[in-house]
């Protein structure tokens, strides 16, 4: 009985508590948790994510920091934090000024959040990688330097605006043409969202990484750059030897061959290779064992 007395004075409070509730506390709750929501929404498409994770990181450490009374430390912070909050803004303002720039244009909601709820973000498929490689391939053969930058989850808008925009279909033949020499689009980066080009001639942050071979030029360290400040994947082709890198997470990857690349870029872009090309390349490999064997006799 005891129980049931407990339960029954539990339930009058929460009445008692939410018939104190108005109709503009609940609207006001809605607004705040949708206003919450698409800002997450954004953020997870820029930089700001990498950004949030390291304040999360701080954040525990500042609470433990005041759970054990350590008060330099709660000290430095006080002080500090206003002054990382401006520093803040200040390197995310290219993200926020576009950010106004298409809730200015009332584009905000339709580009984030609810419009793609359920629905996921166009990502690079096999046929269009296939289209990559090869022209890679037929760049490498004639050693025409070329450097493209395909987008994962963080946007490169703010990279694209220093190019042309070309919003054209991903093939090896718009590849090839970009990238051909003395064409005015052939110098530059060309920025690649799922299966489409966006821009080309895009210009790139260079990497200061000192372990980076010296003989490595200024494609490469842009291809590296890039990888270093978004998780997108870059695919370089070199002008001086046709070698084909990967750029991915600041890491570089070098003189790779065409099954190399498509393991590679399958993998970091989740694409699932069809059983069709596993085959034909097993089957390429067994040929070549074969044609090995007969030349030796």
């Not at 391939?137 to 703010?158: C, D, Q």
């Not at 990484?209 to 270093?228: C, F, M, Y």
């Amino acid at each position: 009985m005891r129980g049931y007395q407990d339960f029954r004075n539990l339930m009058s409070e929460i009445g008692a508590y939410m018939g104190g509730i108005k109709l503009g506390d609940i609207v006001e709750i809605l607004l705040v948790a949708i206003l919450v929501y698409y800002i997450l929404a954004w953020m997870k498409t820029t930089r700001s994510w990498r950004l949030m994770k390291g304040v999360i990181v701080i954040g525990i450490f500042l609470v433990l920091a005041a759970a054990f009374q350590m008060t330099t430390i709660t000290w430095l912070a006080k002080n500090i934090i206003p002054v990382a909050v401006t520093g803040a803004v200040v390197i995310l303002q290219p993200e926020i000024r576009d950010a106004l720039e298409k809730l200015g244009q009332n584009k905000f909601f339709f580009s984030i959040g609810l419009s793609n709820f359920g629905n996921s973000k166009e990502s690079l498929d096999e046929t269009h990688m296939n289209e990559i490689i090869r022209a890679c391939k037929e760049m490498s053969a004639v050693k025409t330097g070329a450097l493209i930058v395909i987008e994962k989850t963080e946007s490169l808008r703010e990279y694209e605006r220093t190019g042309i925009q070309i919003d054209g279909k991903l093939s090896s033949q718009l590849l090839v043409n970009i990238f051909e020499h003395n064409t005015p689009l052939h110098d530059g980066a060309v920025i690649v969202r799922g299966n489409r080009i966006t821009s080309a001639t895009c210009y790139l942050p260079l990497s200061g990484n000192q372990g980076l071979s010296k003989e490595l030029g200024t494609r490469h360290r842009a291809g590296v750059g890039i990888s270093e400040v978004t998780d997108s994947l870059t695919v370089i082709v070199s002008e001086e030897s046709g070698s084909i890198s990967l750029a991915y997470e600041g890491e570089l990857k070098r003189d790779l061959t065409e099954e190399e690349m498509r393991e590679k870029i399958s993998q970091i872009m989740n694409i699932s290779v069809t059983n069709n090309v596993k085959a034909k390349y097993r089957w390429k490999g067994r040929v070549k064992v074969r044609n090995e064997k007969k030349d030796s006799e």
